[in-house]
């Protein structure tokens, strides 16, 4: 997975603009007979992606346009701007990933897009976009839940990984702990209470100065800083050993910071940024090393933004080590929202039949796992 | 020509297929079903009763905007990805422009009204004037406007229709929600246009895109996004008090480009004395200057005040520009580009074919402006400026 290439460039408008290649996969095979390829489109929050997978697990094209430098100077993601940028930039996404991957809409066997969960606004321009290719194109569409996105990005640099797996899912909006029991089919046995672990990071950037996006900026800080300076309470969920809660921490993190005000002592941000993610990355690593000593399937995967914090890199691959566990995790380029991952994640759902309706709709809050078969109804 | 037009920007979701002469199909729906739901499906119940269509079309129309910002996306993000997959261009039609266009024919000053919330409309005001062939079965209409679709307090509109003076029919989803205050408002004879023409119809998009395709007002989809006429409430607020250091530049309002009418100039001449001092105009200059015929003023209106001057004239085909001012409080809003730029446009209709100025050499953020616009500098006036003393740098720009 070192062999990832990012072509960059930044737009009159602050927008990144990436080409995402994999050295290795330059050159692909001509397509045969029973190969499936799918354009997937994604825009729940503020990446326009558009990329072409053939088989689940080889990415052809993938193109990713990264509104973030917009939305820094709000601190946090603005819905309308993010959804205005969306319409600007998709058709240009989309005609990229085709010339990446040097394919026509011909060579396309079905359409794509995440339908939830995100940003409502924001969806819908992915989701109208694809209905519309879907129809003009008469090709199948296929509606994909981003998270199950996030976790079928670990299909794609490691060919030999099959479910069943446990997933570690921690992103700004979510934090989870999923069984993958076989393609498409999730078991979720924890989540957060109440903040994502990518939130925590975000909030407590924000109070300490660092700005957003947090979860890089603590990453950063944190290497110059000493994880046991200060000690932080764990929460711990009684009767629920896989579920999470950080907003306890955020708050303790907050009344230090305070407590150190009111005596007027300065702060030590790397030492607080160390030692705010030591406990964040603790929480994380442990529960997941627990659920996978329980359910024995030796293979443990992450995904999500969070999933590219080094230091959670680290510790699971040591826990991974000591206990005999199969680690398995996206590049960092592949753990940031980008349109890949739903290309793999619709491949498995295009193989079981899954169709959606032209009648799919965006839906902000949609669930992992038992997803609403209602927007699959089949064309 | 065959067209597709789609409007998604109100409570109706609207689409049509029109060719030449005759509207082959058209299917609106306003119910609680969102348009994300409705639009694609309508597409396709027409395609299973005339049968494949969308190879045959030569355009596809789009409501641009104003309206729910939403709204207009899906529509927009759905003619987009028809266009790319068909390879088709687009045509993006003003939805209020659209609205009035329901209206075909009608003498009368027309009003559509989109409820815009916070007490606003999108609006504007139209009137069709017969063309040529008056009195014979060829006769058409052409559709004056009089007022270009913006974003307005309902107050003001009313205000506009009260000063033509002339009955007006008003349409749009936005009459019912101001009524009551509408029927005390206005003091023309007015008219409720009835439930076959108060909403958005696609049937008229197409009409009139077939106007707009004619006059070249066709894009690619690609660059197409929809025009809002309004910022995000993020940009309005001017980013969130605990979103790092860097704020965002105030942002503007509302901003207007327009003529000078005769009863901005009171208030312009106090505009040029802030900014001009000594080398202000006196109120009886600029009143002289703006009614000459070879002369172009363009005043910046932000809520409901002036912001902004500049004028121009024509000395045999050079466009001397001068009185350019920008109230101290609007600064670093764009709003002397946008000025200017409408001013050159304008220009060009006086026969007006390079624009020459004058500026304090010392005057860096204005000398910037003028390069931006396409302005060289070709020469100095040692010394020309007093208080302080200051040479007069001369810019050029002629047009290609």
């Known amino acids: 997975m070192e062999d990832i290439k990012i072509n960059k460039t930044t737009e009159d408008d602050g927008v990144i603009f990436m080409s995402v290649k994999k050295e290795s996969e330059k050159e692909v095979d001509a397509k045969k007979d029973g190969d499936v390829t799918i354009l997937a489109i994604e825009s729940s929050c503020d990446e326009t992606a558009v990329a072409i997978v053939r088989n689940g697990r080889t990415v052809l094209s993938n193109i990713i346009s990264s509104q973030i430098a917009l939305h820094t100077v709000y601190g946090g993601v603005v819905p309308e701007i993010a959804s205005r940028k969306h319409i600007e930039k998709i058709d240009y996404c989309i005609k990229a990933a085709l010339e990446e991957a040097a394919l026509t809409f011909d060579d396309i066997d079905a359409i794509a897009v995440t339908y939830g969960p995100g940003l409502v606004g924001a969806l819908l321009v992915g989701v109208s976009e694809a209905k519309a290719l879907a129809f003009a194109l008469n090709k199948p569409l296929i509606g994909v839940h981003h998270i199950e996105g996030h976790i079928s990005a670990n299909f794609i640099e490691n060919k030999e990984l099959e479910p069943p797996f446990v997933c570690l899912v921690a992103s700004g909006g979510h934090s989870h702990l999923v069984v993958v029991k076989d393609y498409g089919e999730y078991e979720i046995i924890g989540q957060t209470r109440d903040d994502a672990a990518g939130e925590a990071f975000d909030k407590v950037a924000r109070a300490i100065g660092l700005g957003y996006p947090g979860g890089p900026k603590i990453d950063k800080a944190a290497r110059e800083g000493n994880p046991d300076a200060i000690e932080f309470p764990k929460t711990k969920i009684e009767g629920a050993q896989y579920d999470f809660s950080f907003s306890g921490l955020k708050s303790a993190v907050l009344n230090y910071i305070n407590g150190a005000e009111m005596k007027g002592e300065p702060i030590n941000q790397a030492d607080l940024a160390a030692s705010f993610q030591k406990n964040v990355v603790d929480v994380l690593a442990g529960h997941a090393i627990d659920a996978v000593k329980k359910y024995g399937y030796k293979k443990l995967a992450i995904a999500g933004g969070v999933a590219s914090n080094t230091a959670l890199r680290e510790r699971l691959e040591k826990d991974c080590a000591d206990n005999g566990i199969s680690f398995y995790r996206p590049s960092p380029v592949l753990c940031t929202d980008n349109a890949a991952m739903i290309g793999t994640a619709a491949y498995y759902e295009y193989l079981k039949g899954v169709r959606s309706g032209l009648d799919l709709n965006a839906v902000p809050n949609l669930p992992l796992g038992d997803r609403e078969r209602r927007y699959h109804a089949n064309r | ?400």
């Open chain 2, 1 to 400: 020509m065959k067209i597709l037009a789609i409007d998604t920007s109100g409570l109706v979701a609207t689409v049509a297929v029109a060719d030449g002469d005759v509207l082959v199909s058209q299917f609106s729906i306003q119910f609680k079903t969102t348009h994300s739901q409705i639009l694609v499906p309508m597409l396709d119940a027409i395609q299973s009763n005339i049968g494949p269509f969308m190879n045959t079309i030569d355009a596809i129309a789009i409501a641009k905007g104003p309206g729910s910002f939403t709204g207009l996306r899906i529509g927009a993000a759905t003619a987009k990805g028809l266009c790319l997959a068909l390879d088709k261009p687009l045509i993006p039609v003003p939805t209020v422009d659209a609205l009035a266009y329901n209206l075909y024919g009608t003498e009368k000053i027309i009003c559509p009204m989109m409820d815009a919330r916070r007490s606003q409309v999108y609006t504007g005001l139209y009137t069709f004037v017969p063309t040529s062939s008056e009195g014979t079965m060829e006769q058409k209409f052409t559709m004056k406007t009089i007022e270009s679709q913006t974003v307005l307090g309902i107050e003001e509109i009313a205000d506009k229709i009260n000063e033509i003076g002339k009955p007006v029919v008003l349409l749009g989803d936005g009459i019912p929600v101001y009524h009551d205050k509408l029927e005390k408002l206005l003091k023309v004879p007015f008219s409720v246009a009835n439930l076959n023409q108060n909403r958005q119809s696609a049937a008229a998009v197409a009409a009139l895109a077939m106007t707009i395709y004619e006059e070249g007002g066709a894009i690619s989809g690609m660059e197409f996004a929809p025009d809002y006429l309004r910022q995000s409430q993020a940009e309005r607020e001017g980013g969130s008090a605990d979103g790092g250091k860097k704020k965002l530049p105030k942002r503007p309002g509302v901003i207007r480009i327009r003529e000078i009418r005769a009863e901005d100039i009171t208030e312009a001449a106090e505009l040029e004395k802030k900014c001009l001092g000594a080398e202000a105009w006196t109120e009886k200059q600029l009143l002289e200057a703006q009614a000459r015929d070879d002369t172009v003023y363009v005043v910046a209106e932000k809520t409901g005040k002036i912001v902004g001057l500049c004028g121009v004239r024509n000395v045999s085909g050079d466009g001397e520009i001068t009185n350019v001012s920008v109230s101290e409080t609007c600064r670093n809003e764009g709003i002397g580009y946008k000025m200017l730029k409408q001013l050159i446009e304008r220009g060009r209709g006086i026969g007006i074919t390079a624009y020459t100025l004058e500026v304090r050499a010392q005057n860096a953020p204005a000398i910037r402006l003028y390069e931006k616009l396409g302005f060289k500098s070709e020469g100095v006036r040692p010394n020309f400026y007093e208080n302080p003393t200051d040479d007069a740098a001369i810019y050029w720009r002629k047009e290609q």
